[in-house]
């Protein structure tokens, strides 16, 4: 392959990156936004509303994973040696929250309606939901934190902040879903606290290669 066909594949990578970013991001927040009620009660009366919230979340998330993918690509030596490891980090984390939102937007509705004290409850503990959501709590906030390092130390200051701190915060509130409960308003308050700054991250990013690009 000539270099002009490389560079060509780099600038399409880099393209896709930014364009999947842009719209990943808010994608994930406004789904996050306009998630019901969490309560088998709240859950049951929303109908099909909880699952496309969650549809819009997944597909956010996917966008993102692909811009992972793309703008490592599209600069595999921009980040050195640890860039590799960091995006694969923070690619795995992605997918597997994607895997939790896509669980919990198809589990809970039919949860909702055979027992709805249980849903988003320590009694509705099930070992194959767990296997997915013990390691991607793990991995989301800790691949999004090591990514917003390693954007600040490449330029990107603003977005790898907004992108590891918003991470944080809307972890803390899917945590807390099960301390303070499902009826709790601390979960909702925490998990739009947080999504909003990271898909301004994401948005950021997504204007700043766009910027880099056009130097």
């Keep these: 392959m000539s270099t002009a066909d490389h560079t060509a594949d780099h600038s399409a990578a880099a393209t896709a990156a930014r364009a999947t970013a842009l719209a990943g991001g808010p994608l994930f927040l406004l789904g996050v936004i306009l998630h019901p009620a969490r309560d088998g009660h709240g859950i049951a009366a929303a109908g099909n509303l909880y699952g496309l919230t969650h549809d819009i979340q997944a597909i956010g ?73 013990l390691p991607a709590m793990l991995l989301f906030p800790l691949g999004s934190v090591l990514l917003g390092r390693l954007l600040a130390k490449n330029g990107a200051h603003w977005p790898g902040l907004l992108i590891a701190g918003g991470i944080l915060i809307y972890t803390a509130g899917s945590i807390a879903v099960f301390i303070a409960g499902p009826h709790s308003p601390l979960v909702q308050i925490l998990e739009v606290a947080g999504a909003l700054p990271y898909a301004a991250g994401l948005a950021l990013l997504g204007l700043q290669r766009g910027g880099t690009a056009r130097k």
Aim: proline share 7%.
């Design 61 to 133: 998330l996917l966008l993102v994973a692909i811009s992972l993918a793309a703008a490592h690509a599209s600069a595999p030596k921009r980040y050195g040696t640890a860039g590799l490891p960091v995006f694969l980090t923070a690619l795995a984390g992605h997918l597997l929250w994607l895997a939790v939102i896509a669980i919990d937007g198809a589990r809970n509705p039919v949860m909702a309606r055979l027992d709805p004290t249980i849903v988003h409850t320590h009694a509705d503990f099930d070992p194959g939901v767990v296997a997915i959501a």
